[in-house]
């Protein structure tokens, strides 16, 4: 249900994304970079100029990570992993470990404390359990961690980097797994925050120092905290924007909570009462966030 904006609340680029998602905090350039999915955008924030460039692809991109050696990005894109050359937009291929399913497109990813680039995926017409979660190793082989997922979002580890947490949207829960650093394994599922009842679905997510949620909630108005030890509800941050889809912390000091948000399906109507929708958001929540991982290979 809409509320007032959160107080302190800043709306940082207001470019209408179609499908703004995965943001993610580059400390070494100063710069927050996000996707606009369906557009094949990577939208590029410098927090000291205040401006916003944007480096257009040939097809729709799921996540963008930096690598660690500076040289560029990897993206999970409509048919596979590429390393993407932010001058130029050229792809070169890393992976199609789908290339047997053309009607999937690959959604979130994010890169572990080890440098594996973990990316999943969905079908862009809606079938279910249709979708499957991949880690790209640093060494380029990549692998299926998990099957039968709907809609593949929502990652992040525990700051001891030994739990995993993840989010099918559809299931309205996030689930935790425990996290085998050295081998990049996922073991004993369990849930341990269920949105049930609600009208939103849980979206992109981050974790902050603290070791506690903040889950991006499509149709949900807002991005919540929650104890992930207890399940408890802990707080949330009301965004003018029906489709939150995703959060990272970011700026020089790791205390900036960058918000996307989506346009995509919202009528006239509804754009009109929204008219800050698909725009990037930047709060200060009083909690700092952990450092970003590049992909290592
Ligand atoms: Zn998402």
Not at 98 to 125: H, I, L, V, Y
Not at 216 to 239: C, F, I, M, Y
Not at 251 to 256: R, T
Request: overall charge negative; some cysteine.
């Amino acid at each position: 249900m809409r509320k007032e904006a959160e107080a302190g609340l800043e709306l940082v680029w207001d470019g209408r994304a179609l499908l703004g998602e995965g943001p993610v905090w580059d400390e070494r350039t100063g710069e927050l970079l996000w996707v606009d999915i369906l557009n094949g955008r990577v939208h590029v924030y410098s927090w000291r100029a205040g401006t916003t460039r944007t480096v257009q692809l040939d097809r729709p991109i799921g996540a963008v990570v930096p690598r660690a050696s500076g040289a560029g990005w990897v993206g999970a894109m409509r048919d596979g992993l590429y390393l993407i050359d932010p001058d130029t937009a050229a792809l070169t291929r890393l992976a199609s470990p789908e290339s047997d399913k053309p009607d999937n497109r690959f959604n979130d990813g994010k890169c572990d404390d080890q440098g594996r680039f973990w990316a999943g995926t969905m079908s862009m017409r809606g079938e279910q359990g249709a979708g499957a979660l991949y880690c790209l190793e640093p060494n380029g082989s990549v692998r299926k961690a998990l099957e039968g997922v709907t809609v593949s979002n929502g990652l992040g580890w525990s700051p001891d980097g030994r739990t995993m947490y993840y989010i099918d949207s559809p299931t309205r829960q996030i689930a935790a797994f425990d996290y085998d650093p050295a081998r990049g394994e996922l073991s004993r599922r369990r849930i341990v925050v269920s949105l049930e009842g609600s009208d939103s679905q849980p979206d992109g997510m981050t974790v902050d120092a603290e070791g506690m949620l903040w889950v991006a909630e499509w149709d949900g108005w807002q991005v919540s905290r929650w104890n992930p030890l207890t399940g408890e509800k802990l707080g949330a941050v009301a965004v003018p924007a029906a489709r939150v889809t995703s959060c990272a912390f970011g700026g020089p000091q790791g205390d900036e909570l960058y918000i996307t948000t989506a346009t995509v399906g919202l009528g006239p109507e509804a754009l009109e009462r929204q008219p800050q929708a698909g725009g990037l958001f930047r709060i200060k929540p009083g909690v700092q966030g952990r450092p970003t991982h590049w992909y290592g290979g």
